[in-house]
T-cell receptor
Framework: KQEVTQIPAALSVPEGENLVLNCSFTDSAIYNLQWFRQDPGKGLTSLLLIQSSQREQTSGRLNASLDKSSGRSTLYIAASQPGDSATYLCAVRNNNNDMRFGAGTRLTVKP | EAEVAQSPRYKITEKSQAVAFWCDPISGHATLYWYRQILGQGPELLVQFQDESVVDDSQLPKDRFSAERLKGVDSTLKIQPAELGDSAMYLC?????????????FGEGSRLTVL
């Protein structure tokens, strides 16, 4: 059974700092990995999707990497802003279409 | 931009009452999911539909929860009777399915509070 872990559970940084969020998974036979953002009391917003054949995806100040062999993905946020404050979740889809979520990293960017 | 629609956004009910949530996926998305998210945790799958067929309901508490997607478009999730432990965010998501990118899109969720 796939298990997805996100460390740290919470992170607080000053505005302007570059930061990395981590996601690890136990079964490397994945179909894709997706990063989401969730604001308090809201649904999940898709940020980046990485297919199993890809190494990274970029969107604006966000860059996500995938290393299947080591069971790890990172989400890099450049020049963080207070508006980036949210919970970031990663989700791993296996080849059998089963999708597992991490518990998320709660990010606070201080002005 | 196409969105997954959910209603109601908030629902407060007393235990033993019935409650229902509705979801309309992005047009053309064959796969529809219902997730439950407890505060501070990631979403957990309750049921997955492919068109009108259930493909995974192994985590759905079938003694009190039911879900349907009769015409393969919108879906309803029902809880009867509601229990205190059912208080959570109920999220609906849809995707084109593995034949495409498999990207998952979520609605805004329905927050349930059981008193």
């Amino acid at each position: 059974k796939q298990e997805v872990t996100q460390i740290p559970a919470a992170l607080s940084v000053p505005e302007g700092e570059n930061l990395v969020l981590n996601c690890s998974f136990t079964d490397s036979a994945i179909y894709n990995l997706q990063w989401f953002r969730q604001d308090p009391g809201k649904g999940l917003t898709s940020l980046l999707l990485i297919q199993s054949s890809q190494r990274e995806q970029t969107s604006g100040r966000l860059n996500a990497s995938l290393d299947k062999s080591s069971g790890r993905s990172t989400l890099y946020i450049a020049a963080s802003q207070p508006g980036d404050s949210a919970t970031y979740l990663c989700a791993v889809r296996n080849n059998n279409n089963d999708m597992r979520f991490g518990a998320g990293t709660r990010l606070t960017v201080k002005p | 931009e196409a969105e997954v629609a959910q209603s109601p956004r908030y629902k407060i009910t007393e235990k033993s009452q019935a409650v229902a949530f509705w979801c309309d996926p992005i047009s053309g998305h064959a796969t529809l999911y219902w997730y439950r998210q407890i505060l501070g945790q990631g979403p957990e799958l309750l049921v997955q539909f492919q068109d009108e067929s259930v493909v995974d309901d192994s985590q759905l508490p079938k003694d009190r929860f039911s879900a349907e997607r009769l015409k393969g478009v919108d879906s309803t999730l029902k809880i009867q009777p509601a229990e205190l432990g059912d208080s959570a965010m109920y999220l609906c998501a849809s995707s084109l399915g593995l034949a495409a990118t498999g990207e998952l899109f979520f609605g805004e969720g329905s927050r349930l509070t059981v008193l």
